[in-house]
């Protein structure tokens, strides 16, 4: 399995701000940088990410984890730029096949283990219920949404395996395995069994909860800016679908920490497959 670490990554930031600019110190990364790279919507292939600091990254976008990373080392030592750069999180330092772990990574090639797994630290939220970890963020996040003036409603938590069962065969017999698929987990490949998602509602629009047009709520724009500053990831976005293999969801939010989705959101990254160097897919193999 292949990891990209941040000090791999560190590294290859500042020898590039070597060879570009003379000074490395005085090289400051954009954080808000926007991506400009087109979403391809054909499962399997993955649009170029946009590099707004000049820096190449070779298996960023390799959905299958296949391409080789560059060693910190060699990319230091082409440019004559330090070693020593300090690790700005350790990717490897949780589980991402433990499915208690808040790493962990659930998608239609790395279903859960064991595929009945039930957190068993559930606690209420709102209607919902998720793991007590993530509880307290979560609360965080519906009261900073509230300060901006935004109101988002809690739609669904954890499910265990036999409700995913049921949602899914309710999607296959209503819109065909095809569309199903691209919408819905089959029971063991939902990241609603590990207790670390939510799917978030607009409160003024409450037409688009699930729906596409919940990306353009005020609500939805407010997850897609500012849920990472609590922990959470838009798991699924138009752009990541070749990684990810689902359709955009602008309301599924995976809990993930917010040492890590500050991470992701300073280094634009939006995938956890990309993240650990896992592969996703758009079908079940
Ligand atoms: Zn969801």
């Known amino acids: 399995m292949q ?3 941040a000090w791999g990554r560190s590294v290859a930031v500042v020898a590039v ?6 000074v490395a110190a005085a090289v400051v990364l954009p954080r808000d940088a926007p991506t400009t790279g087109a ?17 190449s990254e070779a298996g960023r976008s390799d959905p299958a984890g296949t391409a080789p990373a560059a060693t910190p080392a060699a990319t230091a030592a082409t440019a004559g730029a330090p070693t020593s750069a300090p690790p700005a999180i350790d ?3 949780r589980s991402t096949t433990d499915p208690a772990s808040l790493w962990v990574v659930v998608n239609k090639i790395h279903p859960l283990d064991p595929v009945r797994y039930a957190p068993d630290d559930l606690v209420q939220a709102g209607p919902e219920k998720v793991r007590a970890v993530v509880a307290h963020d979560l609360d965080a996040m519906l009261a900073g949404a509230k300060r901006d003036g935004v109101t988002l409603t809690i739609q669904s938590g954890f499910r265990d395996y036999a409700y995913q069962r049921t949602i899914f065969s309710n999607m296959l017999a209503l819109h065909g395995r095809e569309y199903a698929e691209s919408l819905s987990a089959r029971p063991g490949f939902s990241e609603h069994q590990t207790g670390l998602a939510v799917d978030v509602g607009s409160a003024s629009r409450s ?6 047009c919940f990306a353009s709520t005020d609500e939805g724009r407010w997850v897609a800016r500012d849920a990472w500053r609590y922990g959470f990831v838009v798991r699924y976005t138009k752009e990541n679908r070749p990684v990810t293999g689902y359709a955009p969801e602008g309301w599924h939010l995976r809990y993930v920490g917010r040492e890590l989705a500050g991470w992701m959101h300073d280094e634009h ?3 956890l497959e990309e993240v650990f160097g896992i592969r996703g897919s758009a079908t079940y193999e």
């Open 269 to 271: 990254v939006t995938t």
């Open 3 to 5: 990891r990209r670490g």
């Open 17 to 22: 701000a070597f060879v570009a600019g003379g």
């Open 207 to 212: 037409s688009c909860d699930f729906d596409p």
């Open 39 to 55: 979403a391809l919507d054909v499962p399997g292939v993955v649009a170029p990410r946009s590099d707004p600091a000049g820096r």
């Open 91 to 93: 990717l490897h330092s």
